[in-house]
């Protein structure tokens, strides 16, 4: 079954850009993922769809600041002109017929 | 605009039951696939269990399977869980989010469930 691993944290500069990352495991690299974000004390929302291809489809309202991307197993989250309000939890979410798996979130810190 | 408000979570004891309802608008409930997601206190997501549009297919984490039964009634709009043989392990915030083109791409703000004696 798939599985997605994330680093725990990150952080950057109030303006500058992070760039997150979910890897996809052996025999799942062509997945797609989905990237979500959880800011402190809230429900989840959801941010993204990206394809092996390295196509992105964002969520309603999602801020132009917020891109996907990707490189073989590897799908990324980039969030440029960091804010105070991108302070929070992201995490990843992949799926199969019957199953789906996050990763375990990235806290991202904004400095 | 889609929303969708869970409900039902309270203090259980362990080995009780308790069923949460998920109550949908703004969409078309019956044409969308449905999951669960909870989150234990200062954790990670998880998934717990989806089913599809017409509720024909259910699928469930191991770590419920036999346990949590999923549901939904499309002539209501409700998704339900119903979970049976609580353990302190599933104290959680319960979510519930439409599955659109695979991804969960609209969530709930949850009810909490507690299991404690």
């Known amino acids: 079954q798939p599985v997605v691993i994330q680093s725990s944290s990150a952080s950057a500069s109030l303006g500058s850009s992070v760039k997150l990352t979910c890897t996809l495991n052996s025999g799942h690299s062509s997945y797609i993922i989905a990237w979500h974000q959880q800011q402190p004390g809230k429900a989840p929302r959801y941010l993204m769809k990206?394809?092996?291809?390295?196509?992105?489809n964002k969520g309603s309202g999602v801020p132009d600041r917020f891109s996907g991307s990707s490189s073989g197993a590897d799908r990324y989250l980039t969030i440029s002109n960091l804010q105070s309000e991108d302070e929070a939890d992201y995490y990843c979410?992949?799926?199969?017929?019957?199953?789906?798996?996050f990763g375990g979130g990235t806290k991202v810190t904004v400095l | 605009e889609v929303q969708l408000l869970e409900s039902g979570g309270d203090l259980v004891q362990p080995g009780g039951s308790l069923r949460l309802s998920c109550a949908a608008s703004?969409?078309?409930?019956?044409?969308?696939?449905m999951t669960w997601v909870r989150q234990a206190p200062g954790k990670g997501l998880e998934w717990v269990s989806s089913i599809d549009a017409s509720g024909g297919y259910t699928y469930y984490a191991d770590s419920v399977k036999g346990r949590f039964t999923i549901s939904r009634d499309n002539s209501r709009n409700t998704l339900y869980l119903q979970m049976n043989s609580l353990r302190a392990e599933d104290t959680a915030l319960y979510y519930c989010?439409?599955?659109?083109?695979?991804?969960?791409?609209?969530w709930g703000l949850g009810t909490l469930v507690a299991v404690s004696s």
């Open positions: 990206v394809e092996g291809s390295g196509s992105y």
């Open positions: 989010a439409r599955l659109h083109s695979g991804s969960s791409d609209s």
């Open positions: 703004g969409f078309t409930f019956s044409t969308y696939a």
């Open positions: 979410e992949t799926w199969d017929t019957n199953t789906r798996v």
